[in-house]
């Protein structure tokens, strides 16, 4: 996982501290589900769904390893609003969805703003990657959710997370990332 070198950020507003905190609780939790997701679907014979929560666990991982290393090192924590709790794997795939959904239409555009109106330009682009990422989550898992409630596992080989900013592909990696530009090379691929 790359590393950027940060300024001293001692001075960072409050409202985007706090919005960093609550992101990095709230991936973190993300990252967790999915895993745990992942176990669910396998037991229920969808190993390419497990295949799906395992990478964008990945992903969410990437988002909250990058809200980490922006925040001020000082003691403060807050609690991300989150869904709890395991269900079958196409009630974890609508928890997910939900949990994307909340992330792409209201937290991180709200925290963008913010985050954008304090000059704060690194958690700009930290709360940014991660939106661009958790549209392209929503999505898999809505499709996923269909063929689930039909019983069918998906048709999936390999997705490619950028270890940079945590975008997400089917397939093979990209020579860069669309979104931050990261050489073929930064992508992790499960399979
Ligand atoms: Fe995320
Ligand atoms: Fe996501
Ligand atoms: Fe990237």
Redesign the pocket.
């Known amino acids: 996982m790359s590393t950027i070198s940060l300024p001293e950020s001692i001075n960072m507003h409050d409202m985007t501290e706090q919005y960093l905190f609550n992101a990095f609780a709230g991936e973190s939790q ?1 990252h967790m589900r999915y895993v745990n997701y992942a176990d669910v679907a396998v037991k229920e014979g969808y190993p390419n769904v497990g295949l799906l929560f395992r990478a ?1 666990a990945f ?2 991982r990437v ?1 909250a390893s990058n809200h980490l290393e922006r925040m001020p090192q000082k003691e403060d924590m807050f609690s991300g609003e989150n869904p709890y709790g395991l269900g079958d794997t196409a009630e974890n795939l609508q928890k ?1 969805i939900d ?2 959904t909340f ?1 792409i239409e209201e937290m991180y555009p709200t925290y963008r703003k913010v985050a954008d109106f304090q000059d704060e330009s690194e958690a700009v682009q930290t709360f940014d990657w ?1 939106l661009r ?2 549209k392209i ?2 999505k898999m898992y809505a499709d996923a959710k269909e063929k689930v409630e039909d019983g069918e596992d998906i048709d999936l080989e390999k997705v490619s997370i950028c270890s940079v900013c ?1 975008y ?1 592909k089917k397939g093979d990696a990209p020579d860069r990332c669309p979104v931050c530009g990261a050489e073929k090379e930064e992508f992790r691929e499960f399979e």
């Open positions: 993300a964008i992903a969410e988002h997910g949990g994307e992330e991660a990422a958790e989550h929503a945590g997400t």
